[in-house]
């Protein structure tokens, strides 16, 4: 009797093998910025250590320079920098990461639906993402942010509303590349429904592009925040963020430098942490092994 013949399928390690495998192929400047960005949220957990120091007004001691008593010297009001650069840390971090997701949601909705229909519907999300892409990011950022509601929520969703299109395009490329491979023929051929095949099938063999595109949208939504915040639209008092810190700087800048440096320096180090982790991923998702 003859053997039925078995339609190849995708053989894929474990989701721990693939972590593990990815860890030991990032570069030393990856490993470096994976620990600071560690690091980063070890400091954002402990800021509410810090909460009542960083709200306490001292006009007394308004403006004071780096010492032992202040690390980072005073604000305008008196008030310690360190502890306020400390509080501003899980408020930046957070809102990157889910403004981050949020994009990353919308831009694989999009990109998935393009390349997995195509025709038509590609042509029409494909002017989608580029009209989106036409329009000046900050201007749009700006409209959004001062027509909304000030909030959190708000400044997550005008965010992540903006910066979907590059996750669309990665999306839409990996969708179009693996949709015709076998294993997505044969979840059609047993009659899975296209949002199954998208979400079970497709989605875990795109994500590792993805990954890396979400790893530098972190690092963009902290940037986006920090600069709605400068530019005073973007989280109202008593909310604490390093852009809302440094809004205050450049009336002072002459006499209390302190107040741009430490907080440019934690946004500097943030953002770069988060770039050079996204191209340690692009390097270690990308580079040919075993599977």
């Known amino acids: 009797m003859s053997e039925r013949p078995v339609s190849p399928t995708p053989v894929s390690a474990t989701p721990e093998k693939r972590r593990r495998r990815i860890l030991g192929r990032l570069p030393a ?20 250590l810090l909460a009542e120091r960083a709200g306490t007004i001292r006009l007394r001691e308004r403006l004071a320079p780096p010492s032992a008593a202040h690390l980072f010297g005073t604000d305008d009001l008196g008030r310690d920098l360190f502890a306020r650069v400390v509080c501003a840390t899980p408020i930046s971090l957070a809102i990157g990461l889910v403004a981050a997701a949020v994009a990353l949601g919308v831009g694989f909705a999009v990109g998935a639906t393009a390349g997995w229909f195509g025709g038509a519907v590609d042509l029409a999300l494909s002017r989608l993402i580029e009209v989106v892409l036409c329009f000046p990011v900050l201007f749009l950022l700006l409209a959004l942010a001062a027509f909304l509601p000030s909030s959190p929520l708000t400044l997550i969703l005008a965010i992540g509303l903006t910066a979907w299109p590059g996750d669309a395009r990665y999306a839409r490329a990996e969708v179009m590349k693996i949709k015709d491979l076998d294993y997505a023929r044969a979840a059609r051929a047993a009659g899975a429904s296209t949002p199954r095949i998208l979400a079970r099938h497709l989605l875990p063999n795109a994500l590792p592009p993805l990954i890396v595109s979400a790893a530098f949208g972190i690092g963009w939504a902290i940037l986006a925040e920090a600069a709605l915040s400068f530019l005073g639209v973007g989280l109202p008092a008593p909310a604490i963020s390093w852009g809302g810190i440094l809004s205050v700087a450049p009336a002072y800048i002459d006499e209390a430098w302190w107040i741009a440096l430490f907080p440019g320096l934690a946004l500097f180090l943030t953002v770069s942490a988060y770039n050079l982790l996204a191209e340690g991923l692009r390097t270690a998702t990308t580079e040919k092994g075993p599977v």
């Open 29 to 48: 400047s990856g490993r470096a910025a994976l620990a600071v960005v560690l690091l980063l949220w070890i400091v954002a957990a402990c800021s509410p």
